[in-house]
């Protein structure tokens, strides 16, 4: 019930094409995290799988993913505490408050952000879509 709760509000708040935003079941191309400030994330723990998805398809990178089986629990609690679930609610908040500022702002935050981003070629800025 949280991961899909998680997963709808990535969806809706930042536009994420991904079906799975919360699974930490992920492989990225060594150019791909590259090209990320790493240092700048501001997340950790199950927020910082939200936020390098987002960033990375912000910056025009495929995300490709393939189905894996997974068996709801049977018994016993989730080990998701109720800080990292305010965490990652933060988190989708923030992220989601970028997003809005740069689809209205746009040439605004090309000149200020561009210049410090290593984007993928043929991307005009990162937020395009």
Known sequence: MISKTANFLAHTALGLAAR???????????????????DRMFSNGYSFLVEILFKCTRLGYSVAEVPIVFENR?????????????????????LSIDRARYKLFPRAVREIAAPRLRLHPGREHPWSK
């Open 20 to 38: 799975d935003c919360t699974s930490g079941f992920r492989c990225y191309r060594r150019r791909v995290l590259e090209s990320l400030d790493l």
């Open 74 to 94: 049977s018994r016993g609690k989730s080990k998701i505490s109720s800080r990292e679930m305010f965490r990652a609610m933060w988190t989708i908040t923030r």
